[in-house]
């Protein structure tokens, strides 16, 4: 929780005005590749969240960001921050 | 496919007392004396048992009383972690990235303690602290010895291509285990485990200790081939299974962007049986509880066991196909 707060405090928006990835009803790696999908194609610095019901995107999200060098954060049982710190 | 002689002798029943009965007592008693000389216990600690599942509630629970703490780990196998459910006082110990277990000591406790996980091939590095610990050495077989204090231990025969339905629990006589079965009499295990399967069981052992002499830098080699041209090749590849393991014909990694399922089948159309800790089917929601409990990638997941006969030339084919697959299945 404490990574968020500096990463709040950079967004203009809210977390609740972020894209939303909606992989709700998808099965791994689908989520995962939504997000990477999205992301790659915006700036350094772009936040979005991920909604996702399957039970893999929680540690799968964490996996990915480490492996990849970007951010993610579980917010909700089916809700995740994800934030593009690295062109991957 | 023929019967072996064994199981027609194995037919009296070896406490009869017939001439037929009294051998088969004495090649059931050689039996595991074998075993119990490749595991490093006492022969008279060993009882044989045709369910390992039975034998995590009789390992366990038999330690156990209604109120004392139970501590288990994130990386144990279900049964485990359901005797943990179903007790008051227990607590699921948390594993490090590498798969140790991070203990709490409670001088108190009873430890269920994983020698070796057969998913990744973590093997526990450092020793267990508890009052009463039961060791779960059904991955680990003849490869690793107890700790010092170990109360209770389970094997599985399969460890060293032996037959299924072959268990071995050694209950420690300073333990103060009791038989949390109904019972009225003192025997450890309710009985009916197959002569002819233990004796089997017995000659496995004696063949895998000797093949392993010969064949474990193989596999050692294999496991640090296969895990180079991968890193080398193939892009965003999480290992499980940590560099230079204690129980290298494991091999657990996975692919980020595939899908575990897609990639088993694929695989097997090409000649290679793998398995896979991944959920991406409908029959299993929930991935690998082990690779989460790591904090490693559960999608895309692949486990590879590397066999005492493996030859380099599948060693080549397997490779190629993953690189070939992988590159398919991500488009």
């Known amino acids: 929780?404490?990574?968020?707060?500096?990463?709040?405090?950079?967004?203009?928006?809210?977390?609740?005005?972020?894209?939303?990835?909606?992989?709700?009803?998808?099965?791994?790696?689908?989520?995962?590749?939504?997000?990477?999908?999205?992301?790659?194609?915006?700036?350094?610095?772009?936040?979005?969240?991920?909604?996702?019901?399957?039970?893999?995107?929680?540690?799968?999200?964490?996996?990915?960001?480490?492996?990849?060098?970007?951010?993610?954060?579980?917010?909700?049982?089916?809700?995740f921050l994800v934030r593009k710190e690295s062109d991957f | 496919m023929a019967i072996p002689p064994i199981f027609e002798q194995a037919w009296p029943g070896y406490s009869k007392l017939s001439a037929e009965a009294r051998g088969l007592a004495i090649l059931r008693n050689e039996a595991i004396a074998t075993i119990a000389g490749h595991l490093g216990?006492?022969?008279?600690?060993?009882h044989v048992l045709g369910e390992t599942n039975l034998g995590f509630y009789l390992g366990l629970q038999g330690l156990l009383s209604p109120t004392q703490p139970l501590q288990v780990s994130a990386i144990d196998r279900q049964e485990i972690l359901a005797i943990a459910d179903s007790h008051s006082n227990s607590e699921i110990l948390s594993v490090s990235p590498e798969g140790q277990i991070l203990q709490n000591p409670d001088a108190q406790a009873v430890l269920s303690w994983q020698l070796g996980n057969g998913e990744t091939g973590v093997a526990q590095q450092s020793a267990p602290i508890a009052k009463s610990i039961f060791v779960d050495a059904t991955h680990t077989g003849a490869r690793l010895?107890?700790?010092?204090?170990?109360?209770?231990?389970?094997?599985?025969?399969?460890?060293?291509?032996?037959?299924?339905?072959?268990?071995?629990?050694?209950?420690?006589?300073?333990?103060?285990?009791?038989?949390?079965?109904?019972?009225?009499?003192?025997?450890?295990?309710?009985?009916?485990?197959?002569?002819?399967?233990?004796?089997?069981?017995?000659?496995?052992?004696d063949s895998w200790v000797a093949d392993e002499k010969i064949q474990g830098a193989m596999i050692s080699q294999v496991h640090q081939r296969i895990r180079g041209y991968i890193s080398e090749r193939i892009a965003d590849v999480d290992f499980a299974t940590p560099e230079n393991p204690s129980m290298p014909?494991?091999?657990?990694?996975?692919?980020?962007?595939?899908?575990?399922?897609?990639?088993?089948?694929?695989?097997?159309?090409?000649?290679?049986?793998v398995d896979s800790g991944s959920a991406c089917n409908a029959a299993n929601l929930e991935p690998s509880h082990v690779l989460a409990a790591m904090g490693k990638l559960t999608q895309g997941n692949i486990r590879l066991t590397i066999h005492h006969t493996v030859t380099p030339e599948e060693v080549d084919g397997l490779l190629n196909a993953i690189e070939e697959c992988v590159a398919e299945l991500r488009g």
């Open chain 1, 1 to 79: 929780m404490g990574y968020l707060t500096p990463l709040r405090n950079a967004l203009p928006n809210s977390v609740a005005e972020l894209p939303v990835i909606d992989s709700i009803g998808t099965r791994c790696p689908q989520p995962i590749i939504d997000a990477a999908r999205f992301l790659r194609t915006q700036p350094i610095g772009t936040a979005a969240i991920l909604l996702s019901d399957d039970p893999a995107t929680a540690p799968d999200i964490l996996a990915w960001a480490r492996m990849t060098h970007n951010y993610s954060e579980q917010l909700e049982p089916a809700k």
């Open chain 2, 145 to 205: 010895s107890l700790p010092q204090n170990w109360s209770t231990a389970l094997w599985d025969s399969r460890n060293w291509a032996g037959p299924e339905g072959v268990s071995i629990l050694a209950v420690h006589p300073n333990s103060g285990w009791r038989n949390p079965l109904p019972h009225n009499d003192n025997r450890v295990v309710p009985g009916g485990s197959s002569t002819g399967l233990l004796i089997a069981s017995a000659l496995a052992i």
């Open chain 2, 41 to 46: 216990v006492e022969p008279d600690w060993l």
């Open chain 2, 249 to 273: 014909h494991l091999l657990s990694l996975s692919f980020l962007y595939v899908d575990g399922e897609q990639l088993l089948n694929a695989l097997l159309a090409k000649g290679f049986a």
